[in-house]
């Protein structure tokens, strides 16, 4: 049973550049989680969604962030027009469908450098 | 009410020794409490977790307590190796909704 997949596992991205990163849940989880991580932190939440329905967004910035889970293929955690402050590392959870909610499975992480 | 506090921020411990990391929380609606071990470039791992109706929980060499009445809840790591070296987080939850503490980061000395 595969994990969580995550990719591009880093990304470099000029300033004002977008950057997509992407994740698959594990298989028989539809719940999707997206959490930012600043070096020497914890994890700040960002959006919890299921397939094609954004649940909670309330920890993502208002402007230039997005996400999605659409019906086929990955999540999508969209950031446009970086910055400098955007560098950070990404990691994408998910919890089962059905079972136990709680348990949230990491994903190796996407570490975003914004030059 | 959704901070969760953990301590200390690092920690130094002999091969051997025993490990403790302590988390404290304010809202009462958490009813689940992971602890999540990350190791430098990783993602997190579920490392054990443990519901509000048992006051411990142990798995091998990991243990929680918990302490219902003052919302606290601890981790212990057993006979620490070099290999425990990890940063290591607490979280408390209700349904869906996650809160991480800021983390520990373990060094244990061969």
């Known amino acids: 049973n595969a994990g969580v997949m995550q990719n591009p596992r880093h990304l470099v991205r000029r300033r004002g550049q977008e950057a997509r990163l992407r994740c698959s849940p594990m298989k028989g989880h539809s719940h999707v989680y997206w959490y930012r991580q600043l070096p020497e932190e914890g994890l700040k939440f960002m959006v919890y969604?299921?397939?094609?329905?954004?649940?909670?967004e309330s920890g993502m910035p208002k402007e230039r962030f997005s996400a999605e889970f659409p019906k086929e293929g990955p999540s999508i955690l969209r950031i446009q027009q970086v910055v400098r402050g955007d560098s950070a590392a990404y990691f994408c959870?998910?919890?089962?469908?059905?079972?136990?909610?709680?348990?949230?499975?990491f994903g190796p992480g996407t570490r975003l450098t914004v030059t | 009410q959704q901070q969760v506090k953990q301590s200390p921020q690092s920690l130094i411990v002999q091969k051997g020794g025993i490990s403790i990391i302590n988390c404290a929380y304010e809202?009462?609606?958490?009813?689940?409490f992971p602890w999540y071990q990350q190791f430098p470039g990783k993602g997190p791992a579920l490392l054990i977790a443990i519901r509000p109706d048992v006051s411990e929980k142990k798995e091998g060499r990991f243990t929680i307590s918990f302490n219902k009445s003052a919302k606290q809840f601890s981790l212990h790591i057993m006979d620490s190796q070099p290999g425990d070296s990890a940063t290591y987080f607490c979280a408390a939850s209700y349904g869906q909704n996650f809160v991480f503490g800021p983390g520990t980061r373990l060094s244990v000395l061969p």
């Open positions: 969604l299921q397939k094609e329905n954004i649940i909670d």
């Open positions: 809202n009462t609606a958490f009813d689940y």
């Open positions: 959870a998910s919890s089962p469908t059905s079972g136990s909610p709680d348990e949230q499975y």
